[in-house]
């Protein structure tokens, strides 16, 4: 998508919602997931990725777990409780708003 | 598929570095990222030059760079930071620390209620303490940069937030207008107990942070960093 405007406000709904498929995904992962999901579509900056991850951390939704991969550390994502309630709490709120985005974009015809 | 080698991780650490970011914990992030990045594009063609590929996914992260990364990352180990203090003061304010809190507050009382310029006393006492701090303060975060300048340490964000409070007692400096309002309660006999007493409360809990702050986290900060830090354990794998 060249708009990249029109999904910065749901990142981190995002990154919720595939921690919470995944069990546990490192920054990267994030990215490729994003992008073979939406067939290319969407891609998420690196620029933006990790500075939301690591305010989703502070928050306290996230926990981290580092691993040897390789010769190099990995440092991998998981939900915390809290992190598992918010990403229910932040996708019925997408849904809400994309519903509402669609009833202007594309509106029903009224009967009356 | 190939892997990256050590040196060529050690590139990447370089790289990072030669990029405004200083602490190793961020620069790990950082290299993994574009390790696995740089890896993805050798499995598409394993001939393609490895400097090319850092520059070409080093150009995803904007034209800020790193930066957008680390200053988010100091927001949050600054947040972490002042939970930590938070979190000694609640333990302070249990027994058997309670006692000594009260006795301050009584000793801090005494002097501002019974002492002709006690207030005044207090406050370039507090003073003076905050300047010797922030020497102290100084002091360690001098060692700590030299012990990394000389590759027998790595620097991490979360440890120099630890040693760095200097920069937040720096904070109690700020109001200077006290000594005008140590002053006015040195020579003003209008004020009721209860203000003195609010006083006297305010002032013991900012000794408590001032305590916290150098003593208290510094002396914790191995612990500290290790639960913050899982990675520590792992270096030596």
């Known amino acids: ?112 | 598929m190939s892997n990256l080698s050590v040196d060529q991780i050690e590139r990447l650490y370089e790289f990072t570095s030669q990029h405004y970011v200083e602490y190793y914990d961020v620069q790990t992030e950082l290299v993994d990222h574009l390790a696995s990045a740089i890896e993805d594009h050798w499995q598409e063609n394993p001939h393609q030059d490895f400097e090319v590929l850092l520059q070409k996914e080093f150009k995803k992260f904007g034209v800020f760079g790193f930066m957008n990364v680390v200053e988010e990352r100091q927001k949050v180990m600054q947040k972490k930071y002042f939970k930590l203090i938070g979190k000694e003061i609640l333990k302070y304010l249990k027994l058997p620390t309670i006692i000594l809190f009260i006795i301050t507050m009584w000793m801090v009382f005494t002097f501002i209620t019974q002492l002709k310029y006690g207030t005044t006393i207090l406050f370039f006492s507090f003073i003076v303490a905050i300047i010797f701090l922030l020497i102290i303060t100084s002091i360690r975060l001098f060692k700590l940069k030299k012990a990394v300048k000389n590759g027998r340490k790595k620097l991490y964000l979360l440890e120099k937030t630890l040693l760095n409070s200097g920069q937040f007692c720096g904070l109690f400096l700020i109001p200077v207008h006290l000594f005008n309002i140590s002053d006015y309660l040195d020579n003003t006999e209008n004020f009721g107990n209860l203000f003195h007493l609010s006083f006297t409360l305010i002032f013991t809990i900012a000794l408590v942070v001032l305590h916290i702050m150098i003593n208290v986290l510094p002396s914790k900060k191995e612990s500290i960093l290790k639960k913050t830090y899982p990675e520590m354990n792992l270096e030596n794998m």
């Open chain 1, 1 to 112: 998508m060249s708009n990249s405007k029109l999904y910065k406000g749901s990142l981190s709904t995002i990154i919720l919602k595939l921690l919470a498929e995944n069990s546990k995904m490192y920054g990267y992962e994030i990215t490729q997931k994003v992008k073979e999901l939406t067939q290319g579509e969407l891609t998420i900056t690196e620029g933006a990725l990790y500075p939301a991850l690591h305010k989703l951390e502070a928050d306290g939704f996230l926990e981290v777990e580092m691993q040897k991969v390789d010769n190099r550390l990995r440092k991998y994502y998981k939900l915390t409780q809290a992190g598992t309630q918010e990403k229910v709490n932040r996708i019925e709120e997408l849904e809400r708003f994309i519903e509402t985005i669609q009833g202007i974009v594309n509106p029903k015809p009224s009967l009356g």
